[in-house]
């Protein structure tokens, strides 16, 4: 299974847990947007930021590399623009006003160079004078070591089956990485129906550690938040930090 894939496990539980914005996080990202803007949502994934834009009358595209995860953001909204797909193989003629990341996506890239790299192709797709709003977690959201599997979550599916996540954590502290391996399994009553693994990594960002590499890439105006309410951010305290920056 590829590192930070979302499966058809995964995914359903994703669904369950996940499917519609939180109402703070979506105004957020919607405060930054305008009728008659063109907007692009790299990890779209199923679509609960994706789906509430369109439903509010925005231009939007996305992205998402999870085939699971594009087929039910498709049943939600069949006519969504998506490419399904690996950010750095997208290729697009129009540029955008306004990109964002929800959800502390951007920490899954977990590779120095490759983070570097989708920084650099996002402001090859943003137009002069855009913006790109996105999120990461922090090292105050690291998980304690675990020394086994225990199961996390257990949600019923809309078959009645028992859908289970069982995982363990390792943070190392050199590469600030939260290594969460996962296996989901499918049971209905006592029977073994299916079985996921997802080797989930994050990177755990220090302040003024994204805040470099974007200077780096060439954004400017960057600011950083703590919170949805714009609170800017002082210490390494908060669990995420909210990025804005400018073309």
């Given at each position: 299974m590829i590192k930070n894939y979302y499966g058809s496990l995964c995914t359903e539980m994703y669904e369950i847990l996940h499917k519609k914005a939180p109402p703070d996080e979506l105004e957020f990202y919607i405060s930054y947007a305008k009728k008659g803007m063109s907007i692009l949502e790299p990890l779209c994934g199923s679509g609960r930021f994706l789906v509430s834009f369109l439903q509010k009358g925005f231009d939007i595209f996305g992205i998402d590399l999870s085939k699971e995860m594009y087929a039910k953001l498709k049943e939600k909204a069949p006519d969504a623009k998506v490419f399904l797909g690996d950010i750095l193989a997208f290729d697009s003629e129009e540029k955008y006003d306004y990109i964002f990341i929800p959800s502390g996506s951007m920490s899954l890239f977990t590779d120095t160079e490759l983070c570097k790299a989708i920084l650099i192709k996002i402001k090859y797709l943003?137009?002069?004078?855009?913006?790109?709003?996105?999120?990461?977690?922090t090292i105050a959201d690291r998980c304690p070591n675990d020394s086994d599997y225990k199961i996390s979550i257990s949600v019923k599916t809309k078959?009645?089956?028992?859908?289970?996540?069982?995982?363990?954590?390792?943070y190392d502290?050199?590469?600030?990485?939260?290594?969460?391996?996962?296996?989901?399994?499918?049971?209905?009553?006592?029977?073994?129906?299916?079985?996921?693994?997802?080797?989930?990594?994050?990177?755990?960002?220090?302040?003024?550690?994204?805040?470099?590499?974007?200077?780096?890439?060439?954004?400017?105006?960057?600011?950083?938040?703590?919170?949805?309410?714009?609170t800017i951010a002082k210490n390494n305290q908060a669990k995420m930090f909210l990025y804005e920056c400018s073309h």
């Open positions: 943003l137009k002069k004078g855009g913006k790109f709003v996105f999120a990461v977690d078959d009645g089956y028992d859908l289970i996540l069982k995982n363990k954590n390792y502290e050199n590469t600030q990485t939260q290594f969460s391996p996962s296996i989901y399994e499918l049971y209905h009553e006592t029977g073994l129906l299916q079985r996921e693994k997802m080797d989930f990594q994050t990177h755990l960002y220090k302040l003024g550690e994204m805040e470099q590499c974007l200077q780096n890439v060439g954004f400017t105006n960057i600011k950083v938040y703590s919170s949805y309410k714009k």
